[in-house]
């Protein structure tokens, strides 16, 4: 079969498939990206793996741009909202930049966030109960969740918040200019919180951030590019687990079983993100020395990525029914959906707490779900992040 090229429209029909049709052609291919930079994208568990461990692979902003500026020219914007953040930084400087998040991202942070997941879970579903007609998640529950935890964890006023995650909707919509207009109205609006928090400090992430740039560690654009990170690494992320998840789920037979089964819970987060995990893509790495992956040679200066989502449906890896959801599958865990190694996601633990709550809660309260008929989903179409415009979801009790 002749397979559709990549990134076209024929492409998202079946981009699965066509992952681990280049994987079998070689683990390393040079591809053109949509906006027509060249990167060499890495294919399959094993080659990830090594790339994912690579010294020879860095992260550094202005190079990173500097080889984009190669590529398409000297117009190319800044590297995202995000530039400097501990993302797209190395060695001691993403040690300095992690560290406010380490403080709230870790075990003492997530007792106390955990039962908040599932207050606000419950809240998002007694708002749904009893819809007589199709629901759509993405909306109701996968979209809110998210924003209104890392509200939380960031220290937000719980009346900012419905105007927050309107900005954050249009900040991560298709339409340009009301993506730019958003991004300038959190920025204006992060200047007012940072503001207050000075006068009146919380226990609370952003609180952790003005300490820090008090204290001399961060400067000012350093704290806006991690504000801007969690809302890109972390919303967008969980928000695609959640719809990912309800969808396999619904269309590959589990949803009754764990129904059935709480206990599968972990089981089930596991391996929705191994079959369709949110970030197909890792962000942008680049070759800082010749660097040789898979028996294929890099030259120095090049952009590389990791298609994780090749990575995580490996036949090779996990057999031959990768491609089918089997909450029961032993090793499911050894997916990398938050990457691997020194670089392994940050926000992992919050993310599967939610992933977890909401699957939990929507197959016990309504273990007859069936995706709504008559009513198509829509993927969508992004090299980087992975999930559903809409998620209709009849809901039966
Ligand atoms: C299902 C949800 C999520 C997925 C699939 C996910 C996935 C990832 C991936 C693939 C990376 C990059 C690994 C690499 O390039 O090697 C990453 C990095 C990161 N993620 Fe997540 N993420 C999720 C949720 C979150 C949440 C909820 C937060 C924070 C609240 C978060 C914060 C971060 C941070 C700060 C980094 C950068 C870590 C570093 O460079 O050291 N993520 N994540």
């Known amino acids: 079969m002749k397979q559709p090229t990549l990134w076209a429209d024929a492409y998202w029909e079946r981009f699965h498939e066509a992952d681990e049709a280049r994987r079998r052609q070689g683990a390393v291919h040079r591809e053109t990206l ?14 990830a793996l090594e790339a994912l461990h690579h010294p020879g692979l860095l992260r550094d902003a202005d190079e990173i741009q500097r080889i984009m500026r190669r590529h398409l020219g000297p117009d190319v914007p800044l590297s995202g909202m995000f530039a400097k953040s501990a993302m797209l930084s190395d060695g001691a400087d993403r040690q300095r930049l992690l560290a406010p998040l380490k403080a709230h991202l870790g075990p003492r942070m997530l007792r106390r966030l955990g039962p ?13 109960d009893g819809y007589s007609g199709p629901v759509d998640l993405m909306r109701e529950v996968a979209f809110p969740l998210p924003i209104t935890v890392l509200a939380e ?22 339409d340009q200019e009301a993506s730019a207009d958003a991004g300038a109205a959190l920025t204006a609006y992060f200047q007012d919180v940072l503001a207050a928090k000075c006068h009146a400090p919380a226990d609370d992430l952003v609180s952790t951030l003005v ?20 809302i890109v690494a972390g919303h967008e992320t969980t928000m695609n687990l959640i719809g990912n998840g309800t969808h396999a789920l619904l269309t590959g037979g589990a949803w009754a079983r764990l129904a059935q089964d709480s206990s ?5 987060v596991n391996e929705v993100l191994r079959l369709d995990c949110s970030v197909r893509v ?15 040679t ?41 990457g691997h190694g020194a670089r392994h996601c940050l926000g992992a633990p919050l993310a599967r707490i939610e992933g977890a709550v909401v699957l939990r809660e ?26 559903w415009h809409t998620m209709w979801v009849q809901l039966e009790p």
Not at 116 to 126: F, H, K, P, Q, S
Not at 327 to 337: E, G, N, Q
Not at 366 to 385: D, G, I, K, S, T
Request: hydrophobic share 40%; glycine share 8%; proline share 8%.
């Open 34 to 47: 949509p906006d027509g930079a060249r990167a060499w994208v890495v294919y399959g568990h094993a080659a």
């Open 116 to 128: 908040r997941v599932e207050e606000i879970t419950a809240e998002l579903l007694d708002g749904v």
């Open 153 to 174: 964890l960031l220290g937000l006023p719980e009346t900012d918040r419905p105007q927050v995650r309107s900005w954050t909707s249009a900040l991560m919509g298709h």
């Open 211 to 230: 300490q820090a740039r008090d204290a001399g560690d961060l400067d000012d654009a350093e704290i806006m590019g991690t504000l801007f990170l969690l």
């Open 264 to 268: 599968l819970v972990d089981q089930a």
């Open 282 to 296: 890792t962000p942008h790495r680049y070759s800082a020395t010749e660097v040789t992956i898979a028996g294929t």
């Open 298 to 338: 890099i030259p120095p200066g090049e952009i590389v990525l990791v298609s994780l989502g090749s990575a995580n449906r490996d036949p090779e890896r996990f057999g031959d029914d990768a491609h089918l959801l089997d909450i029961h599958r032993p090793d499911a865990s050894s997916h990398l959906a938050f």
């Open 362 to 387: 929507l197959t016990r309260r309504w273990p007859r779900a069936e995706p709504a008929p008559n009513l198509p989903n829509r993927r969508e179409q992004a090299v980087f992040m992975s999930g």
